[in-house]
């Protein structure tokens, strides 16, 4: 079992940055892929990011290639999205899962609002 616990969201202003982890509870932690998915009101969950258990292997949506940044710390359990120059469309609530393919696990999700 797998708990997943994300954090840093908030709000910021158009061209803003923000940065927000996830947390999981277990060591298998490491042996997963990780994503981050994103859900607007309204709108269906959407894909965002992914990273593979070594980082070697990364994927952006086209939607936020070049302003957002997938990263992971093995040690500590914990994945992080890096977003910069936030725009008022990427206001949703930001999910990480696993695996993102075909996730068997979700945290509860952070908000993040952006400001026109």
């Known amino acids: 079992q797998v708990q997943l616990v994300e954090s840093g969201g908030g709000l910021v202003q158009t061209g803003g940055s923000l940065r927000l982890s996830c947390a999981a509870s277990?060591?298998?932690?490491?042996?997963?892929?990780m994503g981050w998915f994103r859900q607007a009101p309204g709108k269906e969950r959407e894909f965002v990011a992914q990273?593979?258990?070594?980082?070697?292997?990364?994927d952006y949506s086209d939607s936020v290639k070049g302003r957002f940044t997938i990263s992971r710390d093995n040690v500590k359990n914990t994945v992080y999205l890096q977003m910069n120059d936030l725009k008022p469309e990427d206001t949703a609530v930001y999910y990480c899962?696993?695996?993102?393919?075909?996730?068997?696990?979700w945290g509860q999700g952070t908000q993040v609002t952006v400001s026109s």
């Open positions: 277990a060591r298998t932690f490491s042996r997963y892929t």
């Open positions: 990273i593979t258990w070594s980082g070697t292997n990364i």
């Open positions: 899962a696993a695996p993102p393919s075909s996730p068997e696990y």
